[in-house]
Nanobody, 122 residues
């Protein structure tokens, strides 16, 4: 299984950014998928998750209404649309996948992408 994340960069507060994660060796539509981030000097934290039946669960209140997780079965790619970005969103973002469940316990995710850096700064 390989997850290839991309789309990070340097943006200003209030900007938008969309992260992508292309998968191989796993069918994202049949899997639980999510995003985890790690800010400088902090622990990794689960940002969002989509269940296999399409229900979406956000783990972090701070991104509700600003971030949207989705997937495209045709291309086996998942996305994290981030709007109205804030400096506190600065982190390395990882896409994750699992066959079993969504979880806020990041160490339980089976599959990880390599991470993409998002920096929000004026």
């Amino acid at each position: 299984v390989q997850l290839q994340a991309s789309g990070g960069g340097l943006v200003q507060p209030g900007d938008s950014l969309r992260l992508s994660c292309a998968a191989s060796g796993i069918t994202l539509d049949d899997s639980y998928i999510g995003w985890v981030r790690q800010a400088p000097g902090k622990e990794r934290e689960a940002v969002s998750c989509i269940r296999r039946n399409g229900r979406i669960t956000y783990y972090i209140d701070s991104v509700k209404g600003r971030f949207t997780t989705s997937r495209d079965p045709a291309t086996n790619t998942m996305y994290l649309q981030m709007n109205n970005l804030k400096p506190e969103d600065t982190a390395v973002y990882y896409c994750t996948a699992d066959h079993r469940y969504c979880t806020a316990f990041v160490e339980e995710w089976d599959y990880w992408g390599q991470g993409t850096q998002v920096t929000v700064s004026s």
